[in-house]
């Protein structure tokens, strides 16, 4: 009988392996979730940083920071105050150098008011028509045609909502400030970008003074100028002029080599190469640069009005503190309508110059625009020495229109109908009510049930995980100087703001951006939105909020939202947009579906800018954060906004350090990512 016959498979199986040869290759097994978690040390840190966070503060329940490492901060500064006011007339520092300031900048604002003044309206109108009409170019092109007819309707509109003489004052203040913060911005940008000595010793000081909320410029101004015009001037130049000197220094390092190797080759020395190739070469960016400086010296003169710049902001301010919505949202609306017409000024100049750069200009159009500049310069003189003797002072009574109290009006009806009371929904009262009840309260007793050291364990990991030990030993550092100076309670209340905005801008930005990045036709309706959210300041935001859901933390978390929104909406579909069209095709061509794609591609792709996003979110969240103390936001915001109005350095200024120590903190735990993915 014949033995059975075995196939290849089962004499495999059945024979003992031979010596010196492997056995069976059977394929390795996939490590486990957790043995994968056990091999990240970065992902460890953080699981365990946060069990203690949560273990101290159930046991504890108690975060309140030592008294024992404090300090008392106030006297000193309220000895600094009584100094300042016993030798503001008589100390050196103030007559030779610090009085100068304060009166070149009241003079200044003082000649500047006084020539709008006399032209009157008439002639405030027919000139700042003439300066947009020839800024877009000066011809019967749409763009000279459509940005002169914005200028003319915008201070048209002014008029007849009876805010003229604030608006004056505010342009006034304007134009002094952007003059001065455009001159600083542009040498310092000189100076960063010829230098690269310079350009290190600047870089971080512009870092810091992007996280710093325009409170803080205000808070030292104050101890040396006092309340008033000078105060809120200089506080604009310098907070305006970082854009101009970051975007001129980025235009210098970034001229054609090509052409700076021509000038070379032609035997121009350093001078000649700055104003014929590199200047030139950056004049696009510099005129980005003069736009964000004008936008920002139109958010910061608004803010000043705390400090006595009066104008449009004092409107603002007053009506708001008097719950007047409707006289509130009559001066916002003329803010949002001047910074309307100065952003589409500057833009349609900054359009016309690179039109000349690339095709050029015939020598006829170059001399009937320097005529067309030299008559309005004449117009100014005859409406300076004819202008009230042809309209008067003031803007005719008969030309206003007065719908304040129908807002009034219309608030109440809302308040009274959608504010509560509707069936399942609610209102928005009641919505506001549940977030500061189900989330801003359980966040803030939160941190303040954590104990101080586990909470700065939790942001040294974090600073580790996201980027160094420099910015772990940062934020250790800012959070220790804000217990330092008693103000441990009170900035954990802001934080908790802070965090819970922070949450829902990021929601909302992301969630808008995808839609705009892969609907056109979202991204056709959302673009004037996102245009005239991002010229509006601060200021204007808080108008609309009160109406809705009235003067609480739960308002100003919402302002912020809104004010916050729209660059992490920018940013993220900018990310998206910008993803290599090979990786996209590439997933197509292998079957991907676009929720696929979005996950798989564009979302991991688009990394880095979801990174700068979230910095930010951060930074104009906190910012807007402050100022809603002034619509019952409390905490550091409320301190802040005190100490302003009522000239209390002691209540004032350790705020405003404490909310920049929060700010550099922020910053520094969501920056250094995107540092090391774009290195």
């Not at 061509?589 to 930010?616: D, E, I, W, Y």
Request: proline share 4%.
């Amino acid at each position: 009988m014949s033995s059975p016959t075995l196939t290849k498979d089962e004499t495999t199986q059945s024979s003992p392996p031979s010596s010196g040869s492997s056995g069976p290759r059977t394929a390795p097994e996939a490590p486990s979730a957790l043995a994968r978690f056990a091999a990240n040390p970065k992902a460890v840190a953080l699981v365990v940083a946060a069990l203690v966070v949560i273990v101290s503060g159930l046991v504890s329940g108690d975060g309140t920071w030592p008294h024992s490492l404090t300090a008392d901060v106030k006297s000193p500064l309220n000895d600094l105050d009584n100094w300042l006011v016993d030798n503001r007339d008589t100390h050196w520092i103030f007559l030779y150098f610090l009085l100068h300031l304060s009166n070149t900048a009241q003079v200044c604002y003082d000649t500047l008011l006084s020539l709008l003044e006399s032209m009157s309206y008439v002639g405030v109108i027919v000139v700042g028509t003439l300066i947009a009409w020839a800024a877009g170019g000066a011809d019967l092109s749409r763009r000279a045609l459509r940005t002169g007819g914005t200028a003319l309707a915008v201070f048209v509109v002014c008029g007849v909502l009876d805010v003229w003489e604030p608006t004056m004052e505010t342009l006034a203040l304007m134009i002094v400030a952007v003059v001065f913060a455009a001159l600083l911005g542009a040498l310092l940008g000189l100076a960063s970008g010829l230098s690269d000595r310079c350009e290190k010793i600047l870089r971080p000081v512009f870092d810091t003074m992007q996280v710093m909320p325009a409170f803080a410029y205000l808070l030292p101004l104050i101890l040396m100028f006092d309340i008033g015009v000078p105060s809120a001037l200089i506080a604009t130049v310098i907070y305006a002029a970082p854009p101009m000197a970051r975007l001129t220094s980025l235009g210098l390092r970034q001229a054609d080599p090509t052409a700076l190797e021509a000038a070379t080759s032609l035997g121009a020395d350093a001078r000649q190469r700055l104003l014929t190739a590199r200047l030139p070469l950056a004049r696009k960016q510099m005129m980005l640069g003069l736009n964000q400086t004008i936008m920002m010296c139109l958010s910061m003169v608004v803010l000043a009005s705390l400090i006595g710049a009066g104008g449009l902001g004092s409107e603002v301010y007053q009506a708001l503190g008097a719950l007047k919505i409707g006289d509130a949202l009559v001066a916002g609306i003329a803010v949002v309508l001047l910074a309307v017409v100065l952003d589409r000024t500057t833009a349609a100049a900054g359009e016309r110059l690179d039109d000349v750069a690339t095709s050029g200009v015939s020598r006829t159009v170059e001399r009937l625009r320097l005529a067309v500049w030299g008559g309005i310069v004449a117009l100014i003189g005859v409406f300076a020495a004819v202008g009230t003797a042809i309209a008067g002072n003031e803007w005719p009574e008969g030309w206003v229109v007065d719908f304040s109290n129908s807002v009034d009006t219309a608030v109440d009806w809302f308040t009274d109908h959608l504010g509560s009371g509707i069936p399942v929904l609610g209102g928005t009262i009641t919505w506001a009510q549940g977030f500061t009840e189900y989330i801003l309260n359980p966040l803030r007793s939160g941190l303040l049930a954590t104990p101080w050291w586990a909470l700065a364990l939790l942001v040294a990991v974090i600073g580790w995980i996201v980027g160094t030990w420099r910015a772990a030993l940062t934020g250790v550092v800012c959070l220790a100087l804000i217990g330092w100076m008693r103000l441990w309670d009170v900035a954990m209340d802001t934080l908790s703001q802070v965090l819970s905005g922070l949450i829902l801008t990021i929601v909302v930005g992301v969630l808008v951006g995808i839609l705009c990045a892969r609907v056109q036709r979202v991204d056709r309706i959302m673009r004037p939105v996102l245009d005239t959210m991002q010229t509006m300041p601060q200021f204007v935001y808080l108008i609309p909020v009160i109406a809705l859901v009235g003067q609480n933390r739960t308002g100003g978390i919402l302002a912020a939202v809104i004010y916050a929104a729209p660059a992490v909406i920018r940013i993220t579909a900018q990310g998206l947009r910008t993803v290599d069209p090979a990786a996209m095709e590439a997933s197509t061509s292998l079957g991907a579906t676009g929720k696929q794609q979005l996950f798989g591609v564009q979302l991991p792709l688009a990394r880095k800018s979801m990174l700068v996003a979230l910095n930010q979110g951060v930074v104009l969240v906190l910012s807007m954060v402050v100022i809603a103390g002034l619509i019952g936001g409390g905490a550091l915001g409320y301190m802040v906004v005190q100490g302003l109005s009522k000239g209390d350095l002691s209540q004032g200024f350790p705020a405003g350090i404490a909310i920049v120590c929060l700010g550099i903190m922020l910053d520094r735990l969501s920056q250094p990512v995107g540092k090391r993915v774009r290195d």
